[in-house]
């Protein structure tokens, strides 16, 4: 009945939101004030680049270009919850992921009131050394790659972000090359 949205409608260029609804929520509004506005309110520009934008999104098919790489999206975020014992777990809709960050005890290594920890400042310098851009908020990782990404642009991106979780697996304690650990453990065995 209602729809409501905000930066998507303009790939966040302006400030704009929209609210959508079936006719009989509209009408009933027609005598009734919300009580409410907005300074950008039907904007001329806000307005254009909406336009403009939406038509993109459709001539394009971006919602089916999402739908069809949202599988290997995923893949990827499990495999670095696989990876790295820092990453407790993932969550994701469309390509839109979050991974939550665990200490050594399996804890949160910070609330979001609290100062971020050194890990996260030498997690964050190898993220920007990987030529990576993106949100932090710790201890959450943002992983919210443009719509419009090739198969092959996201996975040189988890490359590099796997490569920046692994400083910030040592960083909080964790044992790094656990992979090559293992395997030379195994061959010892043999």
């Known amino acids: 009945d209602i729809v409501t949205c905000a930066k998507g409608i303009s790939s966040a260029a302006v400030p704009m939101s929209m609210v959508a609804c079936n006719e009989k929520i509209l009408d009933y509004f027609e005598d009734k004030s919300i009580g409410w506005g907005s300074t950008y309110a039907s904007h001329p520009v806000a307005m254009a680049i ?50 939550d960050v665990q200490d050594i005890n399996g804890k949160n290594p910070k609330l979001q009131h609290q100062a971020a920890h050194e890990a996260f400042f030498a997690y964050k310098e190898e993220f920007l050394r990987q030529g990576l851009v993106g949100l932090h908020r710790y201890p959450h990782i943002h992983c919210a790659p443009p719509l419009s990404i090739t198969e092959d642009e996201m996975i040189d991106g988890f490359e590099r972000l796997d490569r920046a979780l692994d400083v910030l697996d040592e960083s909080l304690g964790f044992r790094v090359n656990r992979l090559r650990d293992l395997n030379k453990e195994a061959i010892a065995v043999v």
């Open 50 to 99: 909406s336009y403009e934008n939406t038509k993109y999104l459709l001539q394009n098919n971006i919602v089916g270009r999402v739908q069809s790489l949202a599988p290997l999206f995923e893949s990827r975020l499990q495999r670095l919850v696989e990876d790295h014992p820092c990453i407790k777990q993932y969550r994701a809709i469309g390509l839109f992921g979050c991974l």
